[in-house]
């Protein structure tokens, strides 16, 4: 069993309320025309017309050369984030995905990496965390390399 993990919500509101973003600046602040605007904390668009956040962010804990940073959206007002097993509709709206699998040290594990139309993209991802070496999986945009969520194994409660 997998998990779709967003942007913690500790993160989110830091943001949402004026912090710094990983490369040191406060968000900017624009209004959504409604596409491809996807928050990546409650894993849903952002809907027309409503304030978002444009920010550099880097889903890992330190700096390092694997550590990839990029843009991405957040809604500007507090949201709910997104916790459950099921594929949240944000992740259905692109034809295909680049996931690659990480190990605990926050490396990719060579070899994980693949471009995936989006019909298989969660079998693909739990084939490459049977990998020992795998901790967890990123979804990324394979147009634009941007990072959309996390998967991970959904560990019995």
Do not use: W
Request: aromatic residues 6%.
């Amino acid at each position: 069993m997998t998990r779709i993990t967003a942007l913690p919500t500790k993160i989110t509101r830091h943001l949402q309320n004026g912090g710094q973003d990983a490369h040191g600046q406060p968000p900017e602040r624009a209004i959504s025309n409604g596409h491809g605007t996807p928050c990546r904390h409650c894993l849903q668009h952002i809907p027309k017309g409503a304030e978002m956040l444009i920010l550099a962010h880097r889903p890992f804990a330190e700096a390092q050369p694997y550590a990839e940073t990029g843009p991405i959206f957040l809604c500007a007002d507090h949201c709910m984030r997104h916790d459950s097993t099921e594929l949240p509709e944000v992740l259905t709206t692109s034809p295909d995905y680049l996931i690659k699998g990480y190990g605990a040290d926050d490396r990719i594990v060579y070899g994980t990496g693949i471009v995936i139309p989006q019909p298989e993209m969660m079998q693909q991802a739990k084939t490459i965390l049977t990998d020992e070496r795998v901790a967890y999986v990123h979804i990324r945009s394979a147009r634009n390399n941007c990072y959309q969520a996390r998967i991970d194994r959904d560990e019995p409660g």
